[in-house]
Structures are given as structure tokens and as C-alpha cells.
């Protein structure tokens, strides 16, 4: 592989905008959702501590929403630049699905976003409940969307081809493919346990650091229990996606598990070092049959190996660490989840071993790292085709040479750098700011409008 490779370029410095974009829809698809969470709270409790919280991750989800709009449009322009024949032969079915995206989710998070932000006391606390509600219905509206056109691409439905050109025959088809369902609950799962340990983790260094308030101890302990929910959840959705790429995309899962060669009582292997070039493992270490019982559930269930298409069938080492990154950190998920709730349940919050809540910290992060790992097994699984079946990525690539490539994507990479740093930096700046004296000022008034709880409720000075 020629590293100037202008197709190799182009691939990477795409690959890197998604990367830094999708980072920022993670969160704030299920971040919408909490928000109304710590809204409703508050409305059904009157309780301060709850809109405490809202004022802190209100302000981070604005943040996150603009990050993302604003890499989204780079690397929509990248389309034009780097992928011409992508739109060029597929523009049929993929520009109505992304003008559908910012015709309804777009415009319904950026209309009512400001009522989130700015409307504590000059709407009624029922039309600032509404807008959180929206907000975070368009937050999952823009996710559907998307998810509909990328699981188009991996099963592509419902087109014909005219001169080698798509036109959409059933749109129907088109948005319901035969993987668009798992993919997109898949997606919303890893968004909210992507939230949910990022609340829990910044909730547990507030706690640490200085203890936190009551605000601090509700949304730690929420975090906690949802992600100690939806995990389960996740591994069983999961499972469900695998089966259905299996039958789709049969290729992708053999390079997921390395597996050469269509046989039965197929082992699942834990570590290897896969050898592309003599087409085997080394250093393997397995656990006889479990590949067959977890994708056939069965051990003597035959797996589809990559022999059968060798010359077709995506990269095997990026796939197999993939997907074992994303599964262990899954795990660690689940252990750390499960291990806090289980002590907050029985002992409360402020009997959190340091030991658990350093470990809440050190995952802050974690759903970021496992949706990437996920979105390079699905992204990198695909090749070489870019609409499967349909378009091979060389065949869309455009005549932009590789120094240009090289030289921009050394400046996305700065750029991305100093903003992601900049971003993290920003929210626990946020985080340390949020936790205000109980005589201090409000950061903003609450929410009033002359019914229910707020009504009662008054801003201290």
C-alpha cells in the first residue's frame, strides 16, 4: 500500500473528519433525552438540584451541537472535493436523504435550542419543557436519518441502475434496508451509554474534588443506573447486528474474526496476529467453537471464511482489533457500571469507594473510544466497495493530487487536535463552574411562567 496514494489519502483524511465529527452527535443524541430527564425531575419534584444539573448540560450540549455542525459541514464538502463520484452515481438516494436530515432534525434542534438556553424566564416552564422535548427529538430524527443513508450503503435496497447511474425505485426500501434497523438502535444505544458515562465521570471527579452537591450525587447516581441497564441491552442488540451482518455481509464478520477458511466448530479467537499475505494466525488464542455459537448458535454451525473471497473482502487486521476494542471496552462497561450501581444502591453515593469513582473518571471517555472502534469495523468492513454491490471507493475518488490531500489533511489534523483538547478542556471548566455555593446566584433564573413547581421557587442573591 502506497502511503501517497492519493485514494489511500483521500480515505484517510475522511476517515479522520468523521472521526472527529461523529464524536459530537454521540453525545448529543442521548444528551437531549437526559436533559429532558433532569427537566421532567424537576418539574415533578421542585427540587433545585435537578435544574442545577440542567443549567451545567444544557451548556455542554450547545457546545457539542455546534461542534458537530460545524464539522459536519467540512466534511460534507469533502463530497464535492475528494469524492465527486460518489454523488455522481449515488446522489439520487443520498442527497434526499441528507436534505431530509437538515429540512426536519437540523432546523427542529436549532429553532428550539435557543428556548433551551435562553428561555428559562421569558417563556412559560411548560414551552421550555416542550423545546427540551424537541430538541432532543430532533437529536434522534438527525441520527435516523444518517443511519438510514450509511446502512443504504452497506445494504443497499430498493434502486435500479440506469447507465450505471442509481435511481431510487422504493424510498421505503431505501430508508428500511435490511440492516438500517439494527444499525440505528445499535447507534442510539452507544449514544446513550456514551452520555451516560460521561455524566457519571465528570459527576465522579466534581465528587471527588470537592464533593459536589446534591445536584452532583442525583445525575452520578442516574448515570450510573442507566448505563448498568442499557449495557445488557447493548450486548443483545448487538448480537442481533452480528447476525444480521453475517447474513448481509458475511465477508466483514470473517474479517472480524479472522476466520480463512467456511467450516464448521469455528473457534472464537481472542488474540492472534492475522497474516493477510499467508492468509492465517499467528500466535492464536482461541476458545474451540465459540464462533459458531455465538454466529449460529450451534458449534457445529458453519462460518463463512475469507478464502471464499479473497480479492474482495476488506482488510482483516483493522477489523479484528476493531471489534475486540470495542467488545472489551464494552465489558469494562459493564463491570464498572454494574460494580457502582450495586454499591450506590445499597450504601448511597457518598459511600462510592474512591477506588470505583477514579475508575467512573478514567471511563469519561470510554463511549467515544468504542463508537470509533464500532464505526471502523462498519466503515472499514464495507471496502472495497463504498455502496456495496454498487460503487467501489476507487471508482469515486477524484483527480485531486496527492500533495493538495496530504497538506490539508495535516491541518485538519492540527486543527482537530487543538479543538478536541480545547473542547475537553471547556467542559471541565464547565463542570467546575457548575457547582455554585447554596447562597450564590443561580448561574440562570429559574424557570417560571406561573405554573407548577417553579412558580413557588425563588431566585436567591
Not at 41 to 56: H, I, K, P, S
Not at 158 to 170: C, K, M, P
Not at 304 to 323: A, I, K, S
Request: include cysteine.
Amino acid at each position: 500500500m502506497d502511503a501517497f496514494d492519493p485514494l489511500i489519502l483521500a480515505r484517510i483524511q475522511f476517515a479522520a473528519n468523521i472521526s472527529f465529527h461523529i464524536l459530537f452527535p454521540t453525545i448529543t443524541i442521548a444528551l437531549g433525552w437526559a436533559l429532558l430527564g433532569f427537566k421532567l425531575a424537576y418539574n415533578r419534584t421542585g427540587n433545585d438540584a435537578w435544574m442545577d444539573a440542567y443549567r451545567l448540560w444544557v451548556k455542554i450540549f450547545a457546545l457539542s451541537f455546534a461542534m458537530g455542525v460545524v464539522s459536519g459541514i467540512t466534511m460534507s464538502f469533502q463530497f464535492g472535493t475528494n469524492w465527486p463520484g460518489y454523488m455522481e452515481r449515488v446522489g439520487n438516494v443520498a442527497g434526499p436523504l441528507l436534505a431530509y436530515e437538515v429540512l426536519t432534525a437540523f432546523f427542529l434542534e436549532a429553532v428550539f435550542l435557543g428556548i433551551m438556553l435562553f428561555g428559562f424566564r421569558r417563556v412559560p416552564n411548560w414551552v421550555h419543557t416542550m423545546a427540551t422535548c424537541l430538541v432532543a427529538g430532533g437529536t434522534t430524527l438527525s441520527a435516523f436519518w444518517i443511519i438510514a443513508l450509511n446502512s443504504w450503503m452497506q445494504t443497499p435496497a430498493g434502486f435500479e441502475l440506469r447507465d450505471g447511474i442509481v435511481h431510487a425505485t422504493d424510498w421505503w426500501a431505501i430508508i428500511f434496508n435490511p440492516s438500517m434497523p439494527y444499525r440505528l438502535m445499535h447507534m442510539l444505544l452507544a449514544s446513550a451509554l456514551t452520555v451516560s458515562f460521561l455524566i457519571a465521570g465528570m459527576s465522579a471527579w466534581r465528587w471527588l474534588k470537592d464533593g459536589g452537591g446534591e445536584g452532583v450525587r442525583r445525575t452520578l447516581k442516574a448515570a450510573v443506573y442507566a448505563a448498568a441497564l442499557l449495557i445488557p441491552v447493548q450486548i443483545f442488540v448487538g448480537d442481533m447486528h452480528g447476525l444480521n451482518t453475517l447474513e448481509h455481509q458475511p465477508q466483514k464478520v470473517a474479517a472480524m474474526e479472522a476466520n480463512w477458511e467456511t467450516r464448521s466448530h469455528v473457534p472464537l479467537v481472542l488474540f492472534a496476529i492475522p497474516d493477510e499475505k499467508a492468509r492465517t494466525n499467528h500466535l492464536e488464542i482461541a476458545v474451540p467453537s465459540g464462533a459458531s455459537l455465538i454466529l449460529k448458535h450451534e458449534a457445529a454451525g458453519v462460518v463463512p471464511g475469507l478464502n471464499d473471497y479473497e480479492g474482495n473482502h476488506p482488510p482483516v487486521g483493522p477489523l479484528f482489533w476493531g471489534f475486540r476494542i470495542m467488545v472489551g471496552i464494552g465489558m469494562l462497561m459493564l463491570l464498572t457500571s454494574w460494580a457502582a450501581s450495586w454499591t450506590i444502591g445499597r450504601r448511597g453515593v457518598d459511600a462510592l469507594p474512591r477506588w470505583l469513582a477514579r475508575a467512573l473518571v478514567a471511563m469519561t471517555f470510554s463511549g467515544w473510544l468504542a463508537t470509533l472502534a464500532g464505526w471502523y469495523v462498519t466503515e472499514i468492513g464495507r471496502q472495497p466497495w463504498l455502496v456495496t454491490g454498487v460503487l467501489k471507493t476507487a471508482d469515486a475518488v477524484g483527480p485531486v493530487g496527492a500533495g493538495m490531500v496530504a497538506s490539508s489533511l495535516a491541518l485538519y489534523l492540527i486543527v482537530y487536535v487543538v479543538l478536541l483538547a480545547a473542547y475537553i478542556a471547556v467542559l471541565y471548566r464547565l463542570a467546575k463552574l457548575g457547582k455554585a455555593a447554596p447562597e450564590a446566584k443561580p448561574m440562570f433564573p429559574l424557570p417560571g411562567g406561573g405554573e407548577g413547581p417553579a412558580e413557588a421557587l425563588e431566585v436567591k442573591s
